[in-house]
């Protein structure tokens, strides 16, 4: 922490304001320039909040140096962050392909998904069971049933299952069913939530809040890690921007950026960013381009029926051809597929 | 719903835009204009995701027309929703103060609060026993021990009690102690909080969250309405800018806008907002002259030692100060105080 | 200027640092911590770009400490600047009123908008001559012949005259006309443009850009003072949000921090932040309630038959009705009207 | 236009909806639903605003249904615009490279620069005389002296010319220097600028503003083009959102949402986007992934002694090592290099 003092600032003010970061267990470092007096101190994640320092008489501005997160930090943890489901790795030399209809909505529907994503490369299964929906009008999802439905379509395709929880209550018996547990961008604070799965021991990918930054982003990622559960993987799925020809902003730039400040995963989800499916191409093209660790898709047999976000899922044969493209781009950035 | 189909579209996709409109029980108007097509319908609140229709072969824009809230709406309930919490009454001529600490920190704190901000006009008092914190690290709130002392307060001053819940799980509990439940900004879309809480019978306090639209703000007070709870009032915190002199930014025109929109109150809370005492005042001042029905203001007895928030929470006097400025205000828009 | 340099990195990396501050002529502190090593050195606004010591081996993040504005800066000028114009008295105890049209349409309409925006109490009259419309297909004013008849009805009332300035070119013929130059949002870092301003001797009210920061919205301040006229007001016009039920969102809050930070005027433009008359008497209010130092409004003597923004025009009773309320909020304050 | 009335307005109401759009030379429908009326009307690029419709009574929301451009549509111009200059061909099957230092500092650098990014297959030189700087105290360009060095560098290597213009008066004295003028972001809404640039023919790169939605970028090309100048190109260089560990958020998606929308090619600066050197290839690769027709890419000699962006530039083999990724990538979606 740097707090900046006003010209012509009287003794007692510097007095009181390096009391105060002794007070907090800090050393602290002062300079006197000809313009400014700053006082410093190494900030710990656990110290507080800045704007204390700032409500001081004397005092201009007061600024945070280090990140206040740590289990995510490659400072702390400079080697990547391997996560294994299944057949699936995610976080080293492969880019994991996640895919599956936006909602299970029957045994039909998802075992053919299942069979025909698993087919062009796919490791893991995606589909929703409970849907954040922002009317509460609209279809809420299968439930328990839609679970158990992926877990057969699992069991006949080898695929690692992914699914979203809403609610600590949901946990227990999630537990039997899914291989990763899938939070979504609405949830990004809900720290509740957050707090128990640090408590279990499953893989959790965690989307990245509507507009949210990516400090706060790693910060909820740090929450689940505190709990003792190192295994988070990113997932950046647009951000909300003043574009309104796109559903969101799909934010490449975030994939080199988490990298260099976290050893964890970043997956990618274009069709939720895109929201239309002849853009969902071009944007996972750029996302491994880019360096993403996976993607997450929605794949469904039938898209022009589908229950939810039908508009935004790839037809099969899409998503093969999606994937073949893939095989051309990840040798020119040292990946495979 | 309005769907433009492109100019020298063929007649058969027309028909089929035609026929899925028909097929979701839609009256459909159809109008041939020189250049482009438009198909049209009224949509219904339950009628799902426009999106399908934008994918069908021929169309190039689909317009939603009607507003996707109805229990929240002005156009379905057209007089002024007024809540009664013990003294206060949250809706009416008169605007309502709520008022108290950030955080519940001990009885002697929160009791000399709870006398102060009565003494200069308050009819709630606000304090936090559990706190969404965004760091894993921060302190978290008292919990239910906090609770027990506002309740305290409350018995001392006649104070009805206004506190945040987290979680679906703590609702049953707080329902002895609080007499509004507040519902942080980050949970504004927790879905299951939301509906968990249209089943209990007390007024809640929505916050906006940071960088909801209006409509999506309305959407989740529907989801607590359509569980029967009407008592649903809307709290305008600070939205999300680029603006860095200040923590967020008040969006003070949402108070006319919410007002034609919808019959709920419209609370203003200036301290979140900015974050800085010294501009809680400017902003509150001009929250009343906007026509807020009522305030959320952060007050302390002794705002240094404060054990969160400090830095923008005012001293008693300063609270006084600015009730009787905003008597003098409150006759301009024909409101009383 | 603060960096902070990674755990452990090797002395030649701080060296290198610290001979680069040096090489900028800057005085250079350098505290060791714990954990880190934090050099720093104050900045002066002509030394350049931060980044260049962002890419140094060893350094992990590089903080400004100083505002890179000091024309505009309130630590170098305390006193709060005062601006005259014919009547007007622009940043003193007096709130100043400017009204009129959105564009010069006429002589009659503009004089009958003068002479009762003056009665009701502005004492500036404002009016388009040159519009910059989004579309190069709408109407672009009137030229010169409308700044003739600001002219003519300045002439009548004793109102000063502001009107917008879109180009270098225009500068020379508008000295004969205008009072007070207006820079548009679009127009806010034309810098070719402020730079000449800069050399006149007329005020100069420049609006906030639709996304401008209010650092880079005084750094543009600061352009026009750099050439030696120091008559600049700041006006906010409201910016860009998420929001779309409002044109564009007031920011309130940027008043209060204004003041804190430089000497300048604040101006409100409410008619252009809300777009929709009802609401600009709310948000006029509330402007005036948060310390405005002015008002700018438009008002037509027949908003429906104008040829640009009727929606946002008020009518003339309108406006004196909000004046009339102006009286009953200014010394809640402190101000006069 | 799409005018959605109030459920039981008057038939009077109605009527003077009609009237209005029927004095605006439109052809009207109308619908009567259960609910609500709807009245319609296919917009003209040149008809105004669509609030003069919001305030009148009984109107609820208006809609526009036409895109307000025209010569830039793809619906007016379905094939795709090929732009010659020199040896660069851009918006056909090859991917153009533009490259070359941020500004034009000295003879040696120029060269120096132009002949190692043409070596490695860039077709366009870039490099600034005129700089928009946000401080009045920063370096401000060479002028007229630093495109006389791109002449000579044009002239040594065959590489076309790039340049940003800030001002109307500099065109004349540009056009003998530069084939392609460069519009920067802060300038995309400097109408007067536009208005001039489309009466000259040469091809224009329109850099998109920091928020400025894809609609007002194309209506700013609208503005080039309604003069007779139909060679431009846009240029997408990052928007601001809320993240602060970028410098702007590259809006990779608004590659082909614009080449839906429009003919014209899309040029990709990862350089302004990200700011920091190491993440430039990574977004680089993306773009080209995603489908850009061009890349801009600043190159420099010697970065660490830049006078202007030298974190952001890359080193001149850096930039051949991207432009053989590219080659691998370039057939993955049809294209060559």
Known sequence: ????????????????????????????????????????????????????????????????????????????????????????????????????????????????????????????????????????????????????????ASKRTGLAVISEVMDVGQIPMMMQYVDIFQVGARNMQNFSLLRELGRTRKPVLLKRGLSATIEEWLMSAEYIMAGGNHEVMLCERGIRTFETYTRNTLDISCIPVVHKLSHLPVIVDPSHAIGIRAKVPPLALAAVAAGADGLLIEVHPDPDNALCDGAQSLFPEQFADLAARLRIIAPAIGRTL
Chains 1, 2, 3, 4 share one sequence.
């Open 1 to 152: 922490m740097v707090i900046v003092m006003r010209q012509g600032c009287r003794p007692e003010d510097i007095a009181r304001v390096e009391a105060r970061l002794k007070s907090l267990g800090l050393s602290v470092f002062l300079s006197n320039g000809r313009a400014k007096t700053v006082a410093g101190a190494l900030w710990d994640t656990k110290s507080g909040d800045i704007r204390d320092f700032e409500v001081l008489p004397g005092v201009i501005e007061v600024i945070r140096i280090t990140e206040p997160f740590k289990l995510a930090s490659r400072s702390f943890h400079p080697e990547k962050t391997v996560i294994r489901v299944k057949d699936a790795v995610i976080g080293g030399p492969e880019v994991a392909l996640m895919a599956g209809p936006c909602t299970v909505e029957s045994e039909a529907q998802t075992i053919e998904a299942a069979e025909k994503v698993a087919a062009a490369g796919a490791k893991v299964l995606r589909g929703g069971a409970f849907k954040p929906r922002s009317s509460p009008y609209s279809f809420q999802g299968l439930g328990e049933e839609g679970l158990r439905i992926l877990g057969k």
